[in-house]
């Protein structure tokens, strides 16, 4: 099997493996993705990178991890937070400069087939990958392989209603989970609650002793609990496999888990929920993955 190259193309960084024959990891590389700069901007820089990363290889085979999905219909990009992304042939302007055939999968997709067959949820047969960061995101895996759906959305789960009339959303809807779970949302929340611009690492290891602390963190697990538990209601998977930064918080896999099961409609509650094994690098390493595919 040849070296493979996996891009994941975050809200934040943009990170570039190569996979030698044997799947180890012989070239790793971050940059910031800059998304402020724009759609053509980013192109570059996903350009640049494959080709640094494919040095000494003729044109290796490339998956890319991004938010948002491609369109089943148009074969552009939808339902991204990266938002100068949206309605833009991302896969086909990358095929065009770089003169070869890719694999373009949604990154939470990427991040479940990484801990499908790497990593936390090796040896189960339907695992749900989760990302908690910049925005919210799932990847639904079942026996080594992405369930995409009829039309390539399944497992988004971060665009599902959790409170009608909510919180406005960047896809034009109100009230969706990712409004209330992701990183920003969460500092937000704090913000709106103290008029206190924190990280959401700041918040939760600092402000334990602030008064506002507890209803904040109320809110958060009642959220958690139902925008999960209604997907495992949906789902039975084996395991939950967290992802994402909002995933380092430490009480989500117990007070976290109990009110997951508390919201799941079944006699005996008891779906794993389980912090990633590969870090913050399982989505670039599952879009190696997924390259794969083109061999």
């Not at 971050?30 to 290889?57: F, Q």
């Not at 095929?95 to 801990?115: K, M, T, V």
Request: hydrophobic share 35%.
């Amino acid at each position: 099997m040849p070296v493979t190259i996996g891009i994941d193309l975050g809200g934040t960084k943009i990170e570039a493996v190569r996979l030698d024959p044997e799947g180890r990891v012989e070239f790793l590389k971050r940059i910031p993705t800059r998304r402020e700069e724009g759609y053509e901007a980013i192109c570059d820089r996903l350009v640049n990178l494959i080709r640094e990363c494919s040095e000494g290889h003729e044109q290796p085979p490339v998956g890319v991890g991004t938010p948002g999905a491609l369109s089943h219909r148009t074969g552009l990009i939808k339902n991204s937070n990266t938002v100068c992304l949206i309605g833009r042939p991302l896969k086909e302007d990358l095929e065009r400069r770089l003169g070869q055939s890719i694999r373009l999968e949604n990154d939470a997709n990427c991040f479940g087939l990484a801990e499908a067959v790497l990593g936390a949820g090796r040896g189960h047969s339907l695992v749900f990958g989760v990302i908690l960061g910049t925005g919210v995101g799932g990847g639904i895996i079942l026996n080594g392989s992405i369930l995409r759906g009829r039309t390539w959305g399944a497992g988004e789960w971060g665009h599902a209603i959790l409170i009608p009339d909510g919180h406005s959303c960047y896809c034009g809807r109100r009230g969706c989970v990712e409004t209330y779970l992701s990183g920003p949302a969460l500092e937000r929340d704090w913000t709106r609650r103290t008029g206190q611009q924190c990280s959401l690492e700041t918040i939760v290891r600092e402000q334990v002793s602030h008064p506002d602390f507890r209803g904040w963190k109320t809110d958060f697990l009642r959220h958690f609990g139902l925008g999960l538990g209604n997907v495992i209601n949906i789902l039975d998977p084996d395991v939950v496999v967290l992802g994402g930064g909002v995933s380092n918080i430490d009480w989500l896999y117990t007070e976290g888990v109990r009110a997951v099961h508390t919201n799941c409609f079944t006699d005996v509650p008891e779906t794993p929920l389980l912090p990633n094994q590969l870090g913050d690098s399982a989505g670039v390493l599952g879009a190696a993955l997924l390259a794969r595919e083109l061999l």
